[in-house]
């Protein structure tokens, strides 16, 4: 974990292998993630091209088997609370943030 400041923003956070992640249905069935949330109260929530938001009923995994699956997710950067990171999926590893 990063713990560094972000633009005035506070404590940013790496995704580690180890941590939880919730995935959407359309994730947990192989569609690449797009989209990665860490919300205010610190958890990990990915998403597919084709959701705006939840889509069905979250699933909750380890980041290791999303890093497996797709290793282009290690360039994700870290991310203060309360961040939303999204990436064209045909680039793969080009990461904008936005605060969500």
């Known amino acids: 974990m990063d713990n560094g400041a972000h633009d005035g923003c506070g404590q940013v956070h790496d995704l580690s292998p180890d941590d939880h992640v ?17 919300d205010e109260d610190g958890d990990w929530q990915a998403f597919s091209a084709a959701e705006p938001r939840w889509f069905g009923r979250p699933r909750l995994v380890h980041a290791a088997h999303l890093l497996e699956r797709d290793p282009s997710l290690a360039s994700l950067p870290a991310l203060p609370l309360g961040h939303l990171a999204t990436r064209d999926e045909a680039s793969g590893t080009s990461w904008e943030i936005f605060q969500g």
């Not at 919730?22 to 860490?38: A, E, I, N």
């Open 22 to 38: 919730f995935v959407s249905k359309r994730v947990y069935r192989g569609q690449p993630v797009v989209r990665v949330h860490l």
